[in-house]
């Protein structure tokens, strides 16, 4: 009897980790790439605003003036890219590309209107909604970031209620408890490892 | 502010596990309740054959009569029934209906041909197919049971290559290494965390 394999085609995947802004994103993110970091690739957003206290150049974002920014979008280097309170906030592609070609899961870090146009461009991207359990937990985690004056706060606020609306749009919601980001990071994990054993996969393109 | 919930609905689930004879399911099923027992529940199906040496009654199976059995036939309490290797299996309604009233997740043992009855019947359940990695495996597991006659082990050989070829209309696949049930387990597990996580959820209905 000839030997037959029985395994499924598998296929690195690229996840799409969104929610409102104050949400965790970040943190959440990073805890991913450190559990498992010879599997998960962290793509790299570039922005043009300045770096905050504890971000780090070429590891949180790449740091960019706006001529640099520009030249990016013409030489269509970027999968998606957007004006974020006043500042450009894109995605370069050739990172996404070469992460995939390395076998690696890729993790996309992305606002809720950035998900948008990536799950377009890439239908088969898995998407997570991260959110708190309530909206007050979320206006109490923008108010402990600290760096925002009232005004900005306010728009902060009423940006990430309308954010919280479109969560019907991702496959997949998961709640960051406060102080327990743990939590969320395993259900990631858990909707990781299940999309590799979907039956039906096609690998991503870009 | 009024502090709304942000909570994606969740509703306990229907898990279908199966695959091939032989391929390992009464372990993976075994282990999954105790890992979890106050959150799943395993559907104890009704059969006419008799026990294996290490099976007992109203836990591996209800061990039931011909009589019996037409009796649960004919008073529609059976989910799916099917003839397998001369007698018959069936699984019983009310166990479901109780155990997901009750807040719990149901796993199904079921084969092949009954997980295709039972994702037509409640076309929102999980399907997971487990299986081995390569077609050797799975005979050499067949022959290891030693449970068999020459013919009926050719008979189960030929049966499991057929239903092998089943597993595209499964949702998930899932490789149950030899020695190492822990490891499918495992996977199990994340296909239902990943499951409860969905933003669109509807109640199973039986």
Same mark, same amino acid.
């Given at each position: 009897?000839?030997? %037959?394999?029985?395994?499924?085609?598998?296929?690195?995947?690229?996840?799409?980790?969104?929610?409102?802004?104050?949400?965790?994103? /970040?943190?959440?993110?990073?805890?991913?790439?450190?559990? #498992?970091?010879?599997?998960?690739?962290?793509?790299?957003?570039?922005?043009? #605003?300045?770096? #905050?206290?504890?971000?780090?150049?070429? *590891?949180? &974002?790449?740091?960019?003036?706006? /001529? !640099?920014?520009?030249?990016?979008? !013409?030489?269509? !280097?970027? *999968?998606?890219?957007?004006?974020? &309170? %006043?500042? &450009?906030?894109?995605?370069?592609?050739?990172?996404?590309?070469?992460?995939?070609?390395?076998?690696?899961?890729?993790?996309?870090?992305?606002?809720?209107?950035?998900?948008?146009?990536?799950?377009?461009?890439?239908?088969?991207?898995?998407?997570?909604?991260?959110?708190?359990?309530?909206?007050?937990?979320?206006?109490?985690?923008?108010?402990?970031?600290?760096?925002?004056?009232?005004?900005?706060?306010?728009?902060?606020?009423?940006?990430?209620?309308?954010?919280?609306?479109?969560?019907?749009?991702?496959?997949?919601?998961?709640?960051?408890?406060?102080? #327990?980001?743990?939590?969320?990071? !395993?259900?990631?994990?858990?909707?990781?490892?299940?999309?590799?054993?979907?039956?039906?996969?096609?690998?991503?393109?870009?």
């Amino acid at each position: 009897m000839q030997d %037959n394999l029985y395994d499924c085609p598998e296929y690195p995947l690229l996840l799409i980790l969104s929610g409102p802004s104050g949400v965790g994103k /970040d943190t959440v993110a990073r805890m991913l790439i450190e559990r #498992r970091p010879d599997s998960f690739y962290f793509v790299v957003t570039a922005t043009t #605003r300045p770096p #905050r206290d504890n971000e780090r150049d070429g *590891l949180d &974002y790449f740091f960019v003036n706006f /001529d !640099e920014f520009a030249h990016m979008i !013409e030489t269509n !280097e970027l *999968l998606e890219y957007a004006i974020v &309170y %006043n500042d &450009y906030k894109g995605i370069p592609k050739q990172q996404i590309r070469d992460a995939l070609a390395s076998g690696r899961d890729v993790i996309l870090r992305v606002d809720v209107q950035g998900a948008a146009t990536v799950r377009h461009l890439i239908p088969n991207a898995i998407s997570v909604f991260l959110t708190t359990r309530t909206e007050g937990g979320l206006v109490r985690r923008l108010h402990q970031r600290k760096q925002d004056t009232q005004e900005g706060m306010a728009l902060r606020t009423a940006t990430a209620r309308q954010e919280m609306k479109r969560l019907a749009e991702f496959d997949y919601c998961v709640v960051n408890p406060e102080g #327990r980001p743990e939590v969320a990071v !395993e259900r990631v994990l858990s909707i990781i490892d299940a999309a590799h054993c979907r039956t039906h996969q096609e690998p991503v393109r870009l």
